[in-house]
């Protein structure tokens, strides 16, 4: 086994570049089913005093009923290597259509919950769902910024805010 688990505190992840480059992997499920997806967009950070990681997905993505049933999910940074691999794999390829673990030659791991993670990674944070909401379109304040992102490209993103309640390190 690659990782092992370490006190998040003692992270120091490079929050405004790590998930624009290495990107990192949304995973949700349990011992018997889960998919994963890459993700470019998370938050890190403290909310109602506790420390918590926010996550964004379309309605249509496959990994959006995996995070509506269970109380967990999982955000995986893989090394740099695995760009134009894993990350473009599960990024671009739905698990409705490939198992991707297995197309990836993924190491499935689980944390609290029987949250999914992957062995491979750099660091992984596991966490526990404590607030979802739509995000509204009518809240929109720099049209220029945000609208590009919608309209034919998918649906407006759910928002998963959740309590980091482990994290795995090398
Ligand atoms: C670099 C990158 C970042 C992405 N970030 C997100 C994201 O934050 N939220 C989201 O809903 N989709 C994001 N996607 C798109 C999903 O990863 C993609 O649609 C994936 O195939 C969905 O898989 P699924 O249908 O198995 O869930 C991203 C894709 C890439 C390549």
Same mark, same amino acid.
């Given at each position: 086994?690659?990782?092992?688990?370490?006190?998040?505190?003692?992270?120091?992840?490079e929050?405004?570049?790590?998930?624009?480059?290495?990107? =990192? *992997?949304?995973?949700? $499920? +349990?011992?018997? %089913?889960?998919?994963?997806?890459?993700?470019?967009?998370?938050?890190?950070?403290?909310?109602?005093?506790?420390?918590?990681?926010t996550?964004?997905? &379309?309605?249509?993505? @496959?990994?959006?009923?995996?995070?509506?049933?269970?109380? @967990?999910?999982?955000?995986?940074?893989?090394? *740099?290597?695995? !760009?134009?691999?894993?990350?473009?794999i599960? $990024?671009?390829?739905?698990? &409705? %259509?490939? +198992?991707?673990v297995k197309?990836c #030659?993924l190491?499935l &791991?689980? #944390?609290? #919950? %029987?949250?999914?993670?992957?062995?491979? =990674?750099?660091?992984? *944070? /596991?966490?526990?769902?404590?607030?979802?909401?739509?995000?509204?379109?009518?809240? /929109?304040? +720099?049209?220029?910024?945000?609208?590009?992102? @919608? $309209?034919?490209? #998918?649906?407006?993103? &759910?928002? @998963?805010?959740?309590?980091? /309640?482990?994290?795995?390190? !090398?």
């Amino acid at each position: 086994m690659n990782l092992h688990p370490v006190d998040f505190k003692t992270l120091t992840p490079e929050i405004f570049q790590v998930f624009g480059t290495q990107n =990192a *992997l949304l995973t949700a $499920g +349990d011992r018997t %089913d889960c998919n994963t997806m890459t993700i470019g967009w998370c938050q890190l950070g403290r909310l109602w005093s506790i420390p918590v990681c926010t996550v964004y997905v &379309r309605p249509e993505r @496959y990994t959006y009923q995996f995070m509506e049933s269970q109380d @967990y999910f999982t955000v995986s940074v893989l090394p *740099l290597s695995h !760009k134009q691999t894993t990350m473009q794999i599960c $990024g671009t390829k739905s698990g &409705r %259509d490939i +198992d991707k673990v297995k197309e990836c #030659g993924l190491t499935l &791991r689980y #944390g609290a #919950g %029987d949250a999914p993670f992957f062995d491979e =990674a750099e660091w992984v *944070l /596991v966490c526990k769902k404590i607030f979802v909401q739509d995000m509204d379109p009518t809240c /929109v304040l +720099d049209q220029e910024t945000i609208l590009s992102h @919608y $309209g034919k490209k #998918g649906g407006w993103h &759910r928002i @998963y805010t959740g309590k980091v /309640v482990e994290a795995y390190t !090398k």
